[in-house]
């Protein structure tokens, strides 16, 4: 049997780190906002928006509140991390909590064409008993990355930050957002992922072992 050369196994041992899971980011440089239409939606969904990439919203809470929101202009509050009023455009929400009606619930954003990075603007309600999730999927429906919202805002107006997921190709299927009244403004996505530096280097040193080696004449 052939054995593979000494920088061949770990070009692919690294490609092997590099796919295990996405990276948790707070900004996509040179990603593409897709605005939600400003329609007042409460329930479940789902509701279809986008152009170039078409996304589908969906909620698992249907009746608590009145159900999720998606394009809401209005008001919503975030208990402990203040308040949108509407300024930041039309959003989406889970509009529950665990802690008040005992139930999980969770947003999803489906892709018709699968992303490389996702996120957006984010606030969620502190001081649950479970935690604010955000997850992205692939095509099989399998977990890729998971992260925790543990921010706090101090209160106010219009407050939150950006998180979301970065991945080293088109692979993300679906978005998640889970609990804890967790609300997003401004869905950001990437269809072309930038050139990881590690896979840069290590092209760069395979490249040159290969130059090496013809010089050689091996």
Not at 68 to 82: E, H
Not at 85 to 99: K, R, W
Not at 136 to 142: A, E, F, M, N, S
Not at 158 to 187: C, H, M, P, R, W
Request: hydrophobic residues 40%; glycine residues 16%; without cysteine.
């Amino acid at each position: 049997m052939r054995r593979l050369s000494g920088p061949l196994v770990l070009f692919v041992a690294l490609l092997m780190v590099l796919q295990a899971g996405a990276t948790v980011v707070t900004s996509i440089p040179g990603g593409t906002a897709i605005p939600m239409p400003a329609i007042n939606f409460f329930g479940p969904g789902p509701q279809v928006f986008g152009t170039t990439n078409l996304v589908t919203w969906t909620s698992t809470n249907a009746t608590h509140q009145g159900g999720s929101v998606f394009g809401y202009t209005g008001v919503y509050g975030y208990l402990g991390n203040g308040f949108w009023t509407g300024a930041l455009g039309p959003m989406a929400g889970l509009n529950d909590s665990t802690d008040f009606f005992g139930v999980t619930d969770t947003m999803t954003f489906s892709f018709a064409n699968p992303v490389s990075a996702v996120g957006g603007f984010l606030n969620y309600g502190p001081g649950s008993l479970k935690p604010t999730t955000i997850a992205v999927w692939d095509v099989h429906g399998t977990l890729i990355e998971s992260f925790n919202l543990t921010f706090l805002t101090g209160g106010g107006a219009d407050t939150g930050a950006f998180y979301g997921f970065q991945e080293t190709g088109a692979i993300i299927k679906s978005f998640t957002l889970t609990d804890n009244y967790v609300g997003i403004v401004n869905l950001t996505t990437k269809s072309v992922p930038e050139p990881s530096p590690l896979l840069l280097i290590v092209s760069g040193v395979l490249g040159a072992v290969a130059y090496g080696r013809r010089r050689l004449g091996l």
